[in-house]
């Protein structure tokens, strides 16, 4: 299991919320605890600095300035586009450490998400794993049931 499947596996605990058994909702407790505590963990490397949400509010002043967001894609649509690019370069010169320290940021989060996770989790043997779990949440804690 990769760090990336973390959420998989958070998502198919909480798909077995109303299950019955007491040893298979005890493992699933061990086990979402450590699992929402490492996903916060990971996800907190991405908060941005103060540097880039400063960086972001001026890029988004920009956006404002010189197009109107378009409520269906979620994006502006650009009136002015030569002097919108004008100011963005500036302004992206003016910001150049700050947005490759963002983009490095990015790319290491992205790299530890494709590493093994080394999270000490609680296997599920099969035969406390309720007869009317779904396929989907089968699925999804796959990772920690034991086979056979």
Known sequence: MKNKDLTVLKKGIELCGKLEGAKFAYVLSKNYKKVTE????????????????????????????YGD????????DIEDNDSFVKEYK???????????????????????????????????????????ITVEAMDCLSFIIDGD
Do not use: G, W
């Open 38 to 65: 490492e996903i916060q963990h990971l996800q907190s490397s991405l908060e941005p600095t103060e540097e880039y949400r400063e960086f972001e509010h001026k890029r988004i002043a920009l956006c404002e300035k």
């Open 69 to 76: 967001l378009n409520s269906e894609t979620n994006k502006f």
């Open 90 to 132: 500036e302004l992206s010169e003016e910001y150049a450490e700050t947005i490759a320290h963002r983009e490095q940021v990015q790319k290491d989060y992205d790299a530890i998400l494709d590493e093994p996770c080394e999270l000490a989790l609680v296997r599920i043997p099969m035969d406390i794993v309720p007869d009317n």
